[in-house]
């Protein structure tokens, strides 16, 4: 049996009164372990462990469909993790390794919710902006072709009417020339009318972080967020400590992605964007689900940190009616991206998917936080975890024996 911080961080998690088993088992690369648990912490606390145990079945036939190399699920309550277990391997080419918890992911769209919208409501609650403000109110560049009356909102709920994605091209001279491109975009759609998912939108509420705070959206939200709550391997263009445990995605010049945004437009910005570019680990993960489940305060080490206030978690997670379901501001609720939530939490719930595999869902109604985290593009860009997700985290919540009715919003 090796130390329990070999893995999970002793002291900050005792602090959450995290009592439960914890059990390795040893597994040293080779090319013929192709699925191996490393680690399983589990604490019953109204769970049933039986039940839990369909999870690594539904990992394993995923990742012998080659829908995944590896993965690292966490669930866990406001006040602890009681599910923490790593799943297969973290680099199956050239040389194998295997998935550990504290494995460091490229969180990819997940960068919206947590790192950008977390980071407006931050600037809306400190004064310096309102959801109602028009973005051309703070780059009069910004209003050719009928943007003027993009508000923050509308960038948040992805009704803005910009495109999807603008051309690879735009932003490969530079931050400065970015901004100007995405200033002469011509609308889609009508302000306002239709959801249409957009990494422009959260790429100019990053540049919005800036202009406002004077801070990049790397430096304002680990400053604001990540380094009050001790994420301390949550950021942007992760450490060579953190790069040496990251996932790798793809190759990228010959090189494997490995602590390097797989997103090109993010990397073309230097690694550092509103739409992705953060990355994280499990643990760190599950401080800011727990911090969001505390309605934007976290109880650590005997001290109560507040990173929000009530009221603006509230704002933030309230179901707004969008042309295709529901979302919240930067969060997806029941939308045409929202396979990865499964069928059994309640209407209350939120969360939000990443492209490289990853998947985080925050219940407040069942106390309830999921992360699941992969590198489904390693090694070829081929593998699929949305509907896996999926299916693990109904595995979850059913398995919750405290929950006696749970309210879907299948039809809302």
């Given amino acids: 049996m090796f130390p329990f911080t070999a893995e999970l ?49 539904l990992i394993e036939e995923g990742i012998s469909a080659g829908q995944l190399p590896g993965a690292v699920v966490c669930m866990g309550r406001r006040d602890k993790i009681v599910y923490l277990r790593a799943f297969g391997e973290r680099q199956v080419s050239e040389i194998r390794l295997p998935m550990t918890t504290d494995t460091v992911f490229d969180m990819a769209s997940i960068t919206k919710p947590v790192a950008t919208a977390t980071s407006i409501m931050k600037l809306v609650e400190m004064g310096q902006l309102k959801l109602s403000d028009r973005l051309v109110d703070y780059f009069g560049e910004f209003s050719p072709h009928g943007k003027d009356a993009i ?15 603008n051309a690879l091209s735009d932003y490969l001279d530079g931050s400065e ?9 011509k609308l889609i759609g009508p302000v306002g009318e239709t959801f249409r998912y957009s990494d422009v939108n959260f790429i100019a509420l990053a540049y919005l972080v800036e202009k406002v705070s004077g801070k990049s959206i790397e430096t304002f939200s680990h400053d604001a967020i990540f380094y009050p709550l001790g994420m301390n391997e949550t950021g942007y263009k992760p450490r060579e400590e953190l790069r040496q445990r990251a996932a790798p995605t793809e190759k990228r010049g010959g090189q494997w992605m490995r602590g390097e945004v797989h997103d090109p437009r993010a990397f073309a910005l230097n690694g550092v964007a509103g739409h992705a570019g953060l990355f994280s680990t499990a643990n760190d993960m599950a401080i800011y689900a727990q911090m969001m489940l505390g309605e934007g305060t976290l109880e650590l080490d005997g001290k109560r940190i507040r990173i929000l206030e009530p009221e603006t978690v509230q704002t933030m997670i309230s179901r707004y009616r969008v042309s295709s379901g529901l979302r919240g501001l930067g969060w997806d609720i029941q939308s045409p991206f929202s396979s990865n939530r499964g069928s059994q939490l309640s209407a209350r719930a939120y969360g939000h998917g990443g492209f490289t ?22 090694p070829d860009g081929r593998g699929s975890v949305n509907q896996l997700a999926g299916k693990i985290l109904d595995v979850v919540a059913t398995s919750d024996e405290k929950q006696s009715a749970v309210e879907t919003i299948l039809n809302p």
């Fill in 177 to 185: 020339k970015a901004w100007e491109r995405i200033c002469n975009l």
């Fill in 151 to 165: 508000t923050i909102q509308n960038l948040m709920l992805h009704t803005s009417g910009l495109i999807p994605d």
């Fill in 9 to 57: 961080r002793l002291g900050q998690r005792c602090a959450w009164g995290i009592a439960a088993s914890l059990l390795v088992s040893i597994a040293l690369p080779n090319e013929c372990s192709a699925q191996r648990t490393l680690v399983e912490h589990l604490s019953s606390d109204g769970f049933s462990s039986q039940r839990l145990k369909d999870i690594e079945s």
């Fill in 357 to 378: 595999g990853t998947v985080v869902w925050i219940d407040p109604e069942l106390d309830l936080f999921f992360i699941f985290l992969s590198n489904r593009v390693h």
